[in-house]
């Protein structure tokens, strides 16, 4: 069946840190794999996609890389901001299929 | 566009009782799902409606029941409330053209409380 594994939370950093937020999954099929983000209080906001293997999504200094090879969609970004405070979570779906969520990841950058 | 919208976004209920909550998409999607999310649990998928059919499960007990109306409106109802339906449940909608690449879009939630 599908699945999806993320690393445990919760992660501190500092500002201007780098980040890593671990995310690999099971499929039967071709996935297009997402990062979700959600703030405090809020629902969840497509952060990023990518819809094929070796693709690279990216949006608001994120970004993000389809290995098939390693069934990977690790998230990346270079500089953390305090902003970027949230719950991150990887999601796959195929077609016909509902989404499947990892458990999400907390991040709290301190300044 | 307005983004989906959910109502109410709390609500306090006790034991025993039902509930019902809705969720209007985005204009012209066609697809809804719902989840409930909880600390210990995370995000879990409840169901998704599609043209008024649904489409796919998840793994609840048949107190939780939904349906989707013919403007794509939908709603979910919980009967004989427990303490652990305490949740946020999320709705969500996507276009649905006929790719699986379509992004699903979440509304803000509601907050259930059960006493």
């Given at each position: 069946g ?9 992660v501190?950093l500092?500002?201007e840190?780098?980040?890593t937020?671990?995310?690999t ?5 071709y996935p ?6 959600q703030?405090?209080g ?6 990023l996609k990518?819809t094929?293997a ?17 069934t990977?969609?690790?998230l990346e970004?270079?500089s953390?901001?305090?902003?970027d ?7 796959l ?13 907390s991040?709290t950058?301190i300044? | ?9 709390y ?6 009782q ?9 204009s012209g ?18 169901f998704?409606?599609?043209s008024e059919t649904?489409r ?6 048949g107190r ?16 004989t409330?427990e303490?652990g339906?305490?949740a946020?449940?999320?709705?969500a ?5 006929g790719?699986?690449?379509?992004t ?6 509601t ?5």
């Amino acid at each position: 069946g599908n699945s999806v594994t993320q690393m445990e939370g919760p992660v501190t950093l500092s500002e201007e840190a780098f980040l890593t937020i671990n995310c690999t999954y099971t499929a039967t099929g071709y996935p297009s794999l997402f990062w979700y983000v959600q703030y405090p209080g809020e629902g969840l906001q497509l952060l990023l996609k990518a819809t094929k293997a070796d693709d690279k999504g990216s949006n608001k200094g994120f970004e993000a890389t389809y290995r098939k090879e390693t069934t990977s969609f690790h998230l990346e970004k270079g500089s953390v901001q305090v902003s970027d405070s949230a719950v991150y979570f990887c999601a796959l779906r195929e077609t016909g299929n509902q989404f499947y969520f990892g458990t999400g990841t907390s991040l709290t950058v301190i300044p | 566009k307005a983004g989906v919208t959910q109502t109410p976004r709390y609500l306090i209920k006790t034991r025993g009782q039902q509930v019902t909550l809705s969720c209007s998409p985005i204009s012209g999607h066609r697809s809804v799902s719902w989840y409930q999310q909880t600390p210990g649990q995370g995000l879990q998928f409840l169901f998704e409606y599609f043209s008024e059919t649904q489409r796919n499960k998840g793994n609840f007990p048949g107190r939780f029941s939904g349906r989707q109306f013919s403007n794509s409106r939908s709603e979910m109802n919980v009967s004989t409330l427990e303490l652990g339906d305490s949740a946020l449940y999320l709705c969500a909608s996507s276009l649905e053209k006929g790719f699986h690449t379509d992004t699903q879009y979440f509304g803000p939630g509601t907050r259930l409380t059960v006493l």
